[in-house]
C-alpha cells in the first residue's frame, strides 16, 4: 500500500496519516457543537400579531350645513374723480389711502378765470335789467296814448316787442350766470360720500381737463360687500328645505361631496351655496344663513355679514350664481378688491350620523368603510353618504350609531382578518393612512 500524507476520504480506502487525523479532529468537534445547539431553534414559531389600527365610533349629532370658497370685496359705492373743468391744479386737499369725509375738498383748480367770467356776465344781467325796466315804461306809456288815441296801435305792438326782446336777452345771461357758477364751483373737486382715496398720479401745478381722465378713486367704507360665485348644486341644497344629497357606494357617478380620492369641502371650483331671502325650493321656507369670512392671513373678522342680492340668472359656462353678502366695515379692515375666504352656514335643526372623512375608501364598485365585526375581524361595508360637515361625513345608509368604523392603519386591515383596535388617537400613525378631509 501506499502511504499518503492526505486526510482520509469518504469514498476511498486509504492509510491516513496519524497527522491528519489529529488535525481533523479539533474542527469536527467544534462544528458538532455549533449543531447541537441550533436545533432547539428549529421548534414551531410564534402566531403572528394582530395589526393594530385606529378606531371612531359612528356618532349622531347635530349637523350644520356648511361650505366654503372664495369671495371678493367690493366696495358698495366707488367713484373716479374727473375733472369738470380745465386749468392749473392749485392745491390738493388729501393723503393718498386716507379717509375722506363728504364735501371734503379734493382737487383745487385755479379760479381766476371762471370767477372773472361770473363777474362779467353779472354786469350784463345788470345792463339787462336797466333795459328790461326801460321797456316796461315805454310799453306803460304807449298803452295810455293808445287808450287816449293819441298814438297808433303799432307804435304800442313795437314797444311791447322791445320789452320782449329785453326779457329774452335777461334771462339768456341769467342762465349764462348759472353755468358761469357752474363752471366755478367745479374747481373745487369734492368728496362724493364719505370714504377711502385711493392713490394719484396728480400734482400742484399740473394742467388738467376733461381729457385727463381719473384723477383719483374714491371708494366707501362701511358697509361693504362681499361677492362669490356659487354652484347651481349647491345654491339649491342651501336654499331648499330637506333637499335630498346622497350619494352610494355603487353609484359610477360623481358624488357630490367627494373627489375621486375622497369627499372634500367646497372648493373654489365647487363653492356652497347662499340663500336667497324668501326662497322657498318648493318645501318649506329656508332655515337663516350665517356668512362669515376668513382675511388672507388665516384671521377671522369677527363681523357677520347678510346676504342681502342674489343674481337673477346661472351664469353658463360656469353653472354658478352671483351671490353679494353685505358686511359692516366701521374699522375699514375690509378694502374693495380684497381676497376673502367665505363660509357659509346653515342649521338644519336634523341629528344624523356622522363618521370622519378619512374614513372613506374607494374601489371599482364605490365607496366604502372597513367595519370593526364579531371578534375584531374587519368588515368591507358599502354605504351611502350625504354633504361634507367639516372633517366629517354624513351617513345616509349602511351604518349604525355605536358602530366601530376604521380611521387609521387602513392599509393594514383586510376583510375577514382580525386587528386589534385602538382609540383613533392612540393608535399608530402608518404613512400610507387616508388622507383626511381637509387635504
Known sequence: M?????????MELRICDPR???????????????????????????AQQ?????????KAQDIAQSGQFTGRVQAVDRVDVLPRVSGFLL????????KVSQGQMLFEIEPDAYQAAVTQIEGQIKSAQAEKALADIEVDRQQKLVGDQVTAENVLQQAQAKQGQAQGTLEELQGALQAANLNLSYTTITAPFDGRVGLTDMSVGAYVSEATGTMVTVSSIDPIH??????????????AKDQSDTTTGATDGQPSAAS?????????????????????????????????????NGRAYNKQGTIDVVDTQVQQGTDTILVRASFPNPDGLLRDGQLVRVTLQKDTGETSLTIPAQALQRDQGGYFVFVLGDGNKVEKRQITFGRMAGAEVVVAGGLKEGEQVITEGVQRARPGEVVTPQSASAAPSAGAAAPAASE
Open 260 to 296: 375621486d380620492a375622497q369627499p372634500s369641502v367646497a372648493t373654489d371650483t365647487q363653492p356652497a351655496a347662499a340663500t336667497d331671502p324668501g326662497q322657498d325650493g318648493g318645501t318649506g321656507p329656508a332655515a337663516p344663513i350665517t356668512v362669515s369670512i376668513t382675511l388672507s
Open 91 to 98: 392745491s390738493i386737499g388729501f393723503t393718498e389711502g386716507s
Open 20 to 46: 491528519s487525523i489529529r488535525r481533523l479532529a479539533p474542527r469536527s468537534a467544534i462544528q458538532c457543537v455549533v449543531l447541537a445547539g441550533l436545533i432547539p431553534l428549529a421548534g414551531p414559531l410564534p
Open 2 to 10: 501506499n502511504e499518503s500524507n492526505e486526510p482520509c476520504g469518504d
Open 50 to 58: 394582530a395589526p393594530v389600527v385606529g378606531t371612531v365610533a359612528v
Open 226 to 239: 362681499v361677492t362669490f360665485p356659487v354652484s347651481e348644486a349647491r345654491f339649491l341644497d342651501f336654499t
